[in-house]
């Protein structure tokens, strides 16, 4: 019988909290070992046994320190690498206001316009269509 060894890239869930024409993006920390110092989506890694919705919402708790509802459908958008799986819904309703509530992973948080993320050294490339997508279909 053959073993799967194949390593699998990490399942990730991440939110575009989006209000008022912004979107809240998180600075990591230049002390994190993956993507020091970039502006990325509020999020994080799917515990075993944890399902992306409900992941979703523990990790932005944390991070945020806001509730969200467990998204009852599909993401929004959808990232894969050969290191990351990662699933990006789009969040316009919370409950409590968005703070940094994990200094250790992020050295802050900002809401910006879509001209202002233009200039941010973003997390990854495809980031800012995702984000022009979601702020256009807010307007």
């Given at each position: 019988?053959?073993?799967?060894?194949?390593?699998?890239?990490?399942?990730?869930?991440?939110?575009?909290?989006?209000?008022?024409?912004?979107?809240?993006?998180?600075?990591?920390?230049?002390?994190?070992?993956?993507?020091?110092?970039?502006?990325?989506?509020?999020?994080?890694?799917?515990?075993?046994?944890?399902?992306?919705?409900?992941?979703?919402?523990?990790?932005?708790?944390?991070?945020?320190a806001v509730v969200i509802f467990k998204p009852a459908r599909e993401p929004d958008h959808h990232l894969v690498t050969s290191d990351f799986d990662m699933k990006i819904w789009t969040v316009?309703?919370?409950?409590?206001?968005?703070?940094?509530?994990?200094?250790?992973?992020?050295?802050?948080?900002?809401?910006?316009?879509?001209?202002?993320?233009?200039?941010?050294?973003?997390?990854?490339?495809?980031?800012?269509?995702?984000?022009?997508?979601?702020?256009?279909?807010?307007?």
């Amino acid at each position: 019988m053959m073993m799967d060894n194949v390593e699998r890239p990490d399942e990730i869930v991440t939110a575009v909290l989006v209000g008022g024409g912004k979107v809240l993006l998180c600075l990591r920390s230049r002390e994190r070992r993956w993507f020091p110092g970039v502006w990325d989506f509020p999020g994080g890694h799917v515990e075993p046994g944890e399902s992306p919705n409900a992941a979703l919402v523990r990790e932005i708790r944390e991070e945020l320190a806001v509730v969200i509802f467990k998204p009852a459908r599909e993401p929004d958008h959808h990232l894969v690498t050969s290191d990351f799986d990662m699933k990006i819904w789009t969040v316009d309703k919370w409950e409590g206001t968005p703070t940094n509530a994990s200094p250790p992973e992020h050295d802050a948080i900002g809401w910006f316009t879509m001209s202002e993320s233009r200039s941010l050294h973003l997390a990854h490339e495809r980031y800012f269509s995702i984000i022009e997508t979601t702020l256009s279909r807010q307007a």
